[in-house]
């Protein structure tokens, strides 16, 4: 519980900061959710050692909220995001003169390993895509449209958030890519597999019969002609992954990986890759070249003879 001086000052900087990202900035609904929890907990620690503006914040009292955070527990790349947030809204405040510099700058958060993401191999992706197709007797439109969201996610490297605000008129087969809106707003054109060209057809043949509302253009309907939600996807691609015996479960995000991994594998180009999943920091794309190591490492052991251990 905060003071009614904190109230006056503190709080009121991060609601109007909290409102600048929503309407100006435009940041995710999820990233601000995260920003507000993450400043809720610094004004908490805020008034705990009696500062009740926002001028009164030093580089010392961040260093020491970040480190009482650490020893709660919170991870590396959580505190990143704490910093994040705290220096966002001490930047807001500079740029409109409320404080002349800003303590969170030049302060970084503890490093925690960096865990590998979980992919897929071109076998197991494979298995996973090889859906029953229109000629089976017993194929419903349900796994018709599923096949043509797992195609397009592995085709394309999209984001879950991406995948369900697509339109119908996101997606061009003529021209044979889809248009995406990513984090921070920032628009993208990304092209469209074979694979996932003939399963988007045949799902656009099958989507008036889900139509409810004329009006709504969302390109992925529910059986109620509602707009897929998240979770939905989520669940049904988890089911897909268990019926089609894939030996771990199955995600949205696990194909973006797959993606990316397959693709770097390929080609070698980082900047290509990083283009194509919208990664504003080619150092969020090099995890994918940690990938590569990783399986160029599996096939020397396996295969180089002074790599064999002896039996």
Known sequence: MTNDKTDTFLITAVESYLTYISTIRQLSSHTQSNYRKDLSLFLQYCDTINITHCRDVTPNHVRQYVAQQHRQGKSGKTLQ?????????????????????????????????????????????????DLP????????????????????FYSSGLRL?????????????????????????????????????????????????????????????????????????QQRLKNWGIKQGTDRPVHPHMLRHSFASHLLESSGDLRAVQELLGHSDISTTQIYTHLDFQHLAQVYDNSHPRAKKKT
């Open 133 to 152: 197709d229109a000629s089976h007797d017993s194929v419903d439109t349900l796994s018709i449209r599923d096949k043509a969201i797992l195609e397009l």
């Open 81 to 129: 995001r704490h910093l994040s947030s705290i220096r966002g809204l001490m930047g807001y405040l500079l740029k409109n003169n409320v404080i002349s510099t800003n303590p969170g700058s030049g302060i970084a958060a503890p490093k925690s390993q960096r865990k590998l993401p979980h992919t897929l191999d071109a076998d197991q992706t494979a298995q996973l895509l």
């Open 161 to 233: 958030s991406e995948l369900t605000h697509l339109n119908t008129d996101s997606y061009s087969c003529a021209d044979r890519t889809v248009r995406v809106v990513g984090k921070g707003n920032k628009e993208r054109v990304v092209p469209v597999g074979k694979e996932a060209i003939n399963a988007l057809e045949l799902w656009r043949t099958l989507r008036p019969l889900f139509v409810k509302d004329t009006s709504n253009n969302a390109l992925f309907l529910s059986k109620n002609g509602t707009r897929l939600k998240q979770r939905s996807i």
